[in-house]
């Protein structure tokens, strides 16, 4: 009997590999995978609302690409002009460039093709809309500290790719309104001093229009930046999973584990779900949401400008710089300096810029080398909340001043009031906001204070025996009172004594005594309300016990 049974267990032993399991061999003999997937597959991710918006970003750059490589299939990047034949009446007998005449014929001939144009025009709003929520999560919670700094770099970048990339795109229909756009960044081009010119022949050709700009657009929309983008997705997505994700503090959430699911099966079935909800709403706005319809707006003629003409939503800002600012000049030698396009278009860049450096001055001012892994609440942190809600304000003003010719007319309106207005907001808006928002913050933090050491109000009053009427307080759970008191409050940089102990006055360069200002007012008394000891919290709970369940 143990002789079959030994006989039996050599024979599964010995049994042959099947051919998948022998191609799996093969590849992970040389690939590495079985030993990356081991330790990549059961990687954890946290599960919080607010995390969704990277998710959104990425299926709608999936959902872009898959789209735009079905268009590129029946676009014609051409600048050559033609008259158009086609089966819409109204345009018959036109002329126009056959990459207009092309996207006529995907929206009218081309079966489907009006809802993949329209899913690829939404999905394009909707990324780059998602990328600056995303990117707004992880600035005021701090998640871009060490070690993401790079990867906040990354996001930025791809954010002002994506507007750009944008740009090119809703460019190549050549239609009044794209046509109108090109004309609005080739006179800022115009408008770079002593160079200006020259940029703008290399780019269009020759005199504007030209026909060469059209197939060059193309080249860059499609090659080009989304090549740049995937690289750029890849690298961040490839340092989530190296760093991990950030998470909310709680209770057993630790600077060096994550609670949460895991990679596989439970997050990526989520993921696979959401990515097809992302692709069915983008989907129902392509079918029943009208955007872009060229056919109605006609072709791109020079001598003509569409009224109420307006840029997709996330370049609104660039164009109210350049609306609201004054129409400023000097002549040098016979040479005009555009100086009411040349400002704008030089701080289009910067405004920018600014929330990309925040990271770097912020570490600076703080001196922390440490992992961070723990995401802040933003209320902790008054002034990285403030400062992003002023930079937000600035962008919503702009916004305002980009469509300032529509608000005059929807609500009847003085455009000059208008532009005046928001002349003076673009400097105080952004200033009463961080005020604002700041003091906001300080609230909410006494107000966690009072929590954690009194409890929650339950709406009951008591009656004491003495006659003193109170309200009973439910005091919080552990867990509640983890969350409310497990943020770091940093101490501000300190310079130090001016004198040592001999007397001798110590140097103090400028750069230190300005990050001991910015320490104080980041993390100074004005910045933070004391957390609630456990002291003062036994002592409350002991003292008045009477008023708590």
């Known amino acids: 009997m143990s002789e079959s049974v030994e006989h039996t267990r050599d024979s599964t032993r010995r049994a042959p590999a099947g051919k998948g399991e022998r191609v799996a061999d093969w590849a992970d003999g040389r690939l590495g995978i079985h030993t990356l997937a081991k330790s990549q597959m059961r990687k954890i991710f946290p599960d919080h609302w607010s995390f969704m918006f990277g998710e959104i970003c990425l299926y709608s750059f999936l959902i872009l690409i898959l789209t735009g490589v079905w268009l590129t299939l029946f676009f014609e990047p051409s600048g050559s002009e033609v008259i158009y034949d086609g089966v819409y009446t109204p345009l018959k007998g036109i002329q126009m ?26 999905a394009a709003l909707v990324f780059v809309a998602a990328m600056l929520v995303h990117m707004m999560r992880v600035f005021f919670t701090g998640a871009f ?10 996001g930025w970048t791809l954010l002002f790719l994506g507007i750009i990339t944008g740009l090119t795109g809703y460019s190549l229909p050549d239609d009044l309104l794209s046509g109108t756009g090109i004309r609005f960044a080739q006179g800022a081009i115009l408008a770079i ?33 989304p090549g740049i983008m995937l690289g750029l997705v890849v690298a961040h997505l490839i340092l989530v999973f190296y760093h991990k994700h950030s998470q909310f503090a709680g209770p057993g959430k630790t600077e060096k584990n994550v609670v949460g699911a895991p990679f596989l099966p439970i997050y990526v079935a989520k993921a696979g779900g959401f990515f097809f909800l992302v692709f069915g709403v983008l989907g129902l706005m392509g079918a029943i949401a009208t955007i872009n319809p060229v056919w109605v707006i006609g072709p791109y003629r020079p001598d003509l400008v569409s009224t109420g003409a307006q840029p997709d ?16 000049e000097i002549n040098l030698w016979g040479h005009t300096a555009e100086l009411g396009v040349f ?32 995401a802040d609440r933003p209320r902790n942190a008054p002034v990285r909340t403030g400062l992003g809600v002023a930079w937000l304000t600035l962008f919503g003003v702009l916004m305002v001043g980009g469509g300032n010719d529509i608000w005059a007319t929807q609500f009847h309106l003085s455009i000059n009031a208008i532009t005046w207005t928001v002349r003076v907001a673009v400097f105080v808006g952004p200033v009463l906001a961080f005020f604002v928002t700041h003091r906001w913050c300080m609230g909410l933090q006494r107000r966690d204070r009072e929590k954690v ?25 552990q867990s509640e009172l983890y969350r ?66």
């Open 145 to 154: 500290r060490k070690p993401r700094e790079v990867n906040w770099l990354f």
């Open 97 to 122: 460039t056959r990459a207009f005449e092309s996207t006529v014929d995907i929206s009218m001939e081309v079966r489907g093709g009006l809802l993949i144009r329209q899913i690829h025009h939404w």
């Open 313 to 328: 939503w996330y370049l609104g800002f660039s164009e109210g710089l350049i609306r609201v600012m004054p129409t400023w």
């Open 343 to 374: 400002i704008p278009f030089t701080l289009f860049p910067l405004i920018l810029a600014a929330i990309a450096v925040y990271p770097f001055i912020e570490a600076w001012v703080t001196g922390d080398k440490r992992e961070h892994h723990i």
């Open 484 to 549: 409310l008191t497990a943020h770091e409050q940093p101490k501000p940089y300190e310079i130090g004594p001016v004198v040592d102990a001999h007397g001798v006055a110590r140097k103090v360069s400028r750069g230190e005594k300005l990050r001991a200002r910015l320490g104080r007012a980041m993390f100074g008394p004005s910045a933070q309300i004391p957390k609630a000891t456990p002291e003062e919290y036994l002592e409350i709970q002991h003292g008045g016990s009477e008023t708590h369940h």
């Open 453 to 477: 050491l009194h409890g929650r109000e339950s709406g009951t009053i008591k009656r004491l025996p003495h006659g003193e009427y109170v309200e009973v307080h439910v005091p919080l759970s």
């Open 193 to 225: 001093p002593v160079v200006g010119t020259y940029i703008s022949f290399f780019l269009f050709g020759g005199e504007f229009p030209g026909d060469a700009i059209i197939p060059r657009l193309f080249s860059v929309h499609v090659l080009l930046l």
